[in-house]
């Protein structure tokens, strides 16, 4: 019996990876994600010395009828002006099998947007985040979370 509890728990220590310092969901409209519509994160940080993690978990149907998404991504900084870019991220393959984790109707992709990077200034950072697609009106996409995670040394 002492085991079983000992595997437990060894399991459960395991199983936990680290708990991010800022996370966000944001959902779109179910009638589908305008070109217009920007989904807004808002970030403060204080430690500019630390080497952090930046992912994108992308919700979307098994319905959503592309290989891929383009986003276009501003970063906004406390002290000078934003900048912008276009990101392409694939969802499936060429042959059309799903990348992310799948249940019957939706997946989940993770897409590590920035790794070991350092934040040059504290203050409040804006990541507002935009399809970038043909499609005035996008469906499939259900929603962003992202994540901002501490490394460690």
């Keep these: 019996m002492r085991w079983a509890w000992a595997i437990f728990l060894l399991v459960g220590v395991c199983s936990c990876g ?12 179910p009638q589908g994600w305008t070109t217009a519509e920007e989904l807004t994160y808002e970030i403060e940080v ?31 900084f406390p002290d000078r002006e934003a900048k912008e870019e276009q990101l392409s991220i694939d969802l499936a393959t060429k042959s059309g ?10 997946c989940k992709t993770k897409v590590y947007l920035l790794d070991n990077f350092k934040f040059p200034t504290a203050g409040t950072y804006t990541f507002e985040i935009s399809q ?19 490394k460690t040394k």
């Design 18 to 29: 680290p708990s991010p310092m800022f996370s966000e969901t944001l959902d779109t409209s």
């Design 46 to 76: 204080e430690a500019v010395d630390q080497q952090y993690e930046l992912q994108l978990l992308i919700d979307h149907s098994t319905e959503y009828r592309y290989q891929n998404i383009y986003f276009k991504i501003k970063t906004g």
């Design 97 to 106: 099998e799903w990348l992310g984790d799948c249940s019957a109707a939706k």
């Design 132 to 150: 970038y697609t043909r499609e005035e009106n996008l469906k499939g996409i259900n929603s962003l979370e992202l994540s901002l995670f501490q």
